[in-house]
């Protein structure tokens, strides 16, 4: 039969085998955060746009956005029951920050490409900085819950490959 | 629900007379029952749904899936679980101590909440609050619903109240001595809960009463999210810790063993009071307008949750294998089958444990920054959630309600077989649909959508056949599962009265040290070296107000400057009925 003190002894040794592992498990998540698994953890910051006047910001022309150097953006924004642009076409391997913004309810965006899954709040502008390689089309639809539309709600991502010319939307 | 309590003519004993207590504390749990047998009752629609089975279509009553899921998540996430959890940790801590906790105010706990039930039952069901159960705002439902939630809060809330004063007043009658263990345990969880439920009632009394009311304009949505979540996992530990009064400090009996520590016990539920309100920011990881630096230290804290629940892993463990040992059992593993596996009790519980092991390791993914962009709102969440809040306490309140109500009613348990089926097929139904919703999860099926008529999923659904599957005939196996567990309850509650002398006891444990105590030689000193440094550090435990306080510090140091930001810089935006 144990009696308590054996068991408070491997009781003891478990508690600090636990604490290892949380350590580790830190230690590790940061790991991945600093190596970007996910990108831009640290870099993008998040910025406002009251949701009802988008005039005179990018999110009035949604779509992707060639600047004068040459770097890309891509805004979208998120309605009831809709994506604008439903459909957005990237050259695959070249860097773009996408910028994602709700104009009505809490939407949501998931991409398997480029490891993006965002809440979109209601004027919270998600910024997304992003390099898409593998080219295809990839399909996905609003993940969170904002109303009776919600499973009709989709959203296409085009990754064209580098030799083509790229369209712009 | 009334209808189901037992009669109020009792041939020749008064069941209640001794322990009016047992009367609440019976209502609280048929209330709980009876609704989440009809959240229950709307699982294997959305299980079917995942199938791609639209039976929505054909349903007069309700409008939507959403509708339904609305249902399904208030009515057992947020409704069973609360009656549940006031009903056992009431009666618990009052049975241990031997005082009777004040009647008029239990039964007013009871009726605010029920009240508060009831009006938001009106406000989903005549699809006014087709919110799910996290209502995000700018989603407006009927003020009905939250004013509804919140008097569901505070019902609980007036409990929890009782119960700390009972432990107040026999603290004060009692200085030199050490809270009993499930006393201990119960008021823990309930200072834990008035910490962590301040989020929920700053948001619904502050934003979201008044704004459905239309005497605000608008509501910032990220607040509310964030007061939300405040109160969104920490609520997932007062659903658990219950769960762990039941291993911790009566499942040892059950088992035929003893408490292996409570000096763990206590410290387990110590770090739970202090770590498990100052981490809802890892739900917010993928929002947008909160620092990365406070979701890292807010995932770090998570992160040392997890030491209190091995230690429970271990020190529950170790019970067991004391009790099956005691009966026999030995070898490394062969005291297993040692344990008391034809007692439903103790099944469905060890069952819950045994499902918590991949929930919890789950949970641990969830709250990893990095991890979480792969399963953030998939189907992997709600995978998740069935296996901690829909197994783990389940599972065991099921178990506990196989003892608990004959001991209320003094009727015994009307089949002991159809109790274990029930438990079996609860536990096998989960692994199912665990497995089929997290699978779904890692391919990147969203959660609550009504896929059966989705349109946005391309050829994703194409390679989640066999996991959409698994989740819909997980969802016929649950059926299965809750018609035998809500049969033999309300066979039991109508079945006939046993004598006094038979009544079911309350399992209340034994624990090692107070054993090994009792067993020293009559002419020992009465108090060891080593039992005086126990004693030493569970009256330094006891102090639990010191505790709550600095839970609160740590509340807000973690949430404090996240919070103050939003206040001083707020977005409110305009509520939309979208359904």
């Known amino acids: 039969m144990l009696d308590h003190r054996t068991i408070e002894r491997y009781e003891l040794g478990w508690l600090v085998v636990s604490v290892v592992l949380v350590v580790m498990l830190f230690a ?34 949604p779509g992707l956005h060639r600047n004068a150097d040459g770097t890309l953006d891509a805004y979208i924004v998120a309605r009831a029951f809709a994506f604008q642009p439903s459909t957005l076409r990237v050259p695959a391997g070249q860097r773009v920050t996408l910028h994602l913004l709700s104009v009505d309810v809490i939407h949501g965006l998931m991409l398997e490409q480029g490891n993006v899954n965002v809440e979109l709040i209601p004027g919270q502008v998600a910024n997304l900085p992003r390099t898409f390689t593998r080219p295809g089309t990839y399909t996905t639809e609003c993940n969170e819950y904002c109303g009776s539309g919600h499973q009709t709600m989709a959203f296409h991502l085009v990754v064209e490959p580098p030799t083509q010319p790229e369209a712009t939307k | 629900m009334t209808t189901t309590l037992p009669p109020r003519s009792v041939p020749d004993e008064r069941v ?40 929505y279509r054909s349903l007069p009553f309700l409008k939507s899936y959403y509708q339904g899921l609305s249902l399904h998540g208030v009515l057992n996430a947020l409704v069973f679980t609360t009656y549940f959890i006031s009903g056992l940790l009431l009666y618990l801590p009052c049975r241990e101590l031997g005082v009777r906790p004040n009647l008029k105010m239990s039964w007013a706990g009871y009726w605010i909440m029920t009240v508060g039930v009831l009006m938001a039952a009106v406000a989903v069901l005549g699809n006014n609050a087709t919110l799910l159960y996290t209502f995000y705002p700018p989603l407006q439902g009927s003020p009905l619903f939250y004013i509804g939630a919140a008097l569901l809060v505070v019902g609980s809330l007036v409990i929890g109240a009782q119960v700390v004063t009972i432990w107040t007043v026999w603290k004060r009658r009692h200085p030199r001595e050490v809270t009993p263990l499930v006393t201990f345990m119960s008021v823990a969880t309930w200072l ?3 910490v962590a439920s301040l989020g929920l009632v700053v948001e619904v009394v502050f934003l979201l009463i008044p704004w459905s009311l239309g005497l605000t304009r608008g509501v910032d949505p990220l607040l509310a999210r ?49 770590l498990s309100t ?102 992997w969440i709600p995978g998740h959630f069935h296996i901690t809040v829909g197994t783990a306490t389940t599972l065991t309140f099921f178990g506990v309600t196989f003892w608990l109500l004959p001991h209320l009613t003094r009727k015994p348990l009307a089949s002991r077989r159809m109790a274990l089926w029930a438990s079996w097929l609860w536990f096998w139904g989960m692994a199912l ?69 038979q ?63 939003m206040l001083l810089n707020p977005h409110p935006v305009p509520g939309l009925r979208l359904w």
């Open chain 2, 16 to 55: 209640y007379a001794l322990n009016p207590e047992k009367k609440v504390t019976l209502y609280f749990l048929v209330t709980g029952l009876v609704f989440l047998m009809v959240g229950v009752a709307i699982g294997p629609l959305q299980a079917l749904n995942y199938a791609g089975i639209d039976v």
């Open chain 2, 503 to 565: 009544e079911t006891p309350i399992p209340f444990s034994d624990s090692l040290e107070d054993a090994e105590h009792r067993a020293l030689p009559a002419g020992a000193a009465t108090v060891s070296p080593a039992g005086a440094r126990i004693h030493g550090a569970q009256l330094v435990l006891d102090r639990l107000w010191v505790f709550t306080a600095l839970a609160l510090l740590l509340v807000v140091i973690m949430y404090g400057p996240t919070l103050i930001g």
């Open chain 2, 433 to 501: 649909f665990a497995v089929g919703m997290h699978w779904e999860g890692l391919i990147g099926i969203p959660r609550r959508t009504y896929l059966a008529t989705a349109t946005g999923l391309g050829d994703m659904l194409a390679r989640a056949h066999i996991p959409m599957a698994l989740t819909g005939i997980s969802g016929l196996v649950l059926t299965v599962a809750a018609v035998l567990y809500f049969t033999v309850t309300f066979r039991t509650l109508f079945g006939p009265r046993v004598t006094a002398a």
């Open chain 1, 28 to 61: 590790g998540v940061l790991g991945s955060m600093i190596s970007e698994t996910v990108p831009g953890f640290f870099g993008a910051r998040s910025s406002y746009v009251d949701p009802a006047h988008l005039t005179g910001t990018p999110f009035a022309t």
């Open chain 2, 226 to 274: 964030t007061l939300f979540w405040y109160t969104g996992h920490p609520i997932v530990y007062f659903w658990l810790l219950p769960a762990y009064v039941s291993w911790y400090g009566l499942l040892p009996r059950s088992a035929g063993g003893v408490i292996a520590s409570q000096t763990m016990a206590r410290l387990a539920f110590v770090l739970f009071l202090l």
């Open chain 2, 192 to 194: 834990m809960w008035f």
């Open chain 2, 278 to 379: 100052p981490v809802g920011l890892h739900h917010q990881f993928a929002d947008p307008g909160i620092g990365m630096g406070w979701k890292v230290l807010q995932m770090l804290l998570t992160f040392l949750v997890v030491i209190p629940s091995l230690l429970t892993a271990f020190s529950v463990g170790a019970s067991l294998e004391l009790g099956a040992r005691a009966r026999g059992g030995g070898g490394w593993s062969g005291w297993i089958r040692h344990l008391p596996w034809r007692d439903p009790v103790f099944v469905a519980q060890a069952l819950a444990m045994i499902t918590f092991i991949p929930g919890g390791a789950g949970g641990i993914v969830n709250a990893s920054v990095a991890l979480d962009a792969a399963v953030h709102n998939t189907a």
